[in-house]
């Protein structure tokens, strides 16, 4: 096998039981992707993205098919996968996610509450959220309330919150979505920073100026994941 793959989905189905009868949202889905590797996911709204990128980050179980990471199937137990998801994966979502009655810092420090790999001192641990905070411009939010910060500036630390752990994969559902044009410009930058650090990064995205930074596009139609990785230059 291919040791770069970090990522194998085989035949993967997902439905979901609705009134009548099931919502067929992944049919078969087969996907390798390569350590390093920028992958855009498009398709219309509905198609199935959010479900492939909760799939692949341990959020959702598949109905059927394997799914193989760093070469090994993924665990069925729910302990087990919590506790990959926490030291694998970076999730960037759309809605912020922060706990609102908490602080900056407080938000930061959850990821080292569930990673068990990394074992970091308390002194570490404030300096690592200083430094992401730093380079995402919000350093000076250290002490504040999230309830109390603007749209833009909670965007920055749930960036930095899903940066801090130092995931090799990172899950970006339509990062860019809710962001004013220097956010955006900025999560752009930090993510192509990402890249050359060796990260894995998938991004589903509506934006067609954002899928020129991926190295491969794919995407879902009516449930079938279609690579266009030869349509593009
Ligand atoms: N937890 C769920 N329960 C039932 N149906 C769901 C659930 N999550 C998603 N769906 C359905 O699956 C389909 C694909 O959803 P989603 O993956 O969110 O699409 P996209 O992200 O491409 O807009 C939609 O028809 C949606 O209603
Ligand atoms: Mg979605």
Known sequence: MNSN???ELNGIDKK???????????KNVNLKINKGEWIAVVGASGAGKSTLLNILGLLENPCRGTYLLDGREVPKKSKYRALLRANKFGFIVQEYALIEKYTVKENLMLPFEYNTVQKNTKLEK????KATLSLLNVDNKL??????LSGGQRQRVAIARALINNPDIILADEPTGALDKDTANLLIEELKKLKSFGKTILMVTHDNSLTQYADRVIEIKEGILLDKRDSIE
């Not at 002490?143 to 109390?148: H, I, K, L, P, V």
């Open 126 to 129: 404030e300096a690592l959220i």
């Open 16 to 26: 979901y039981r609705q009134k009548k009868g099931f919502n067929k949202v992944l």
């Open 143 to 148: 002490d504040e309330y999230a309830y109390n």
């Open 5 to 7: 793959c970090v990522i």
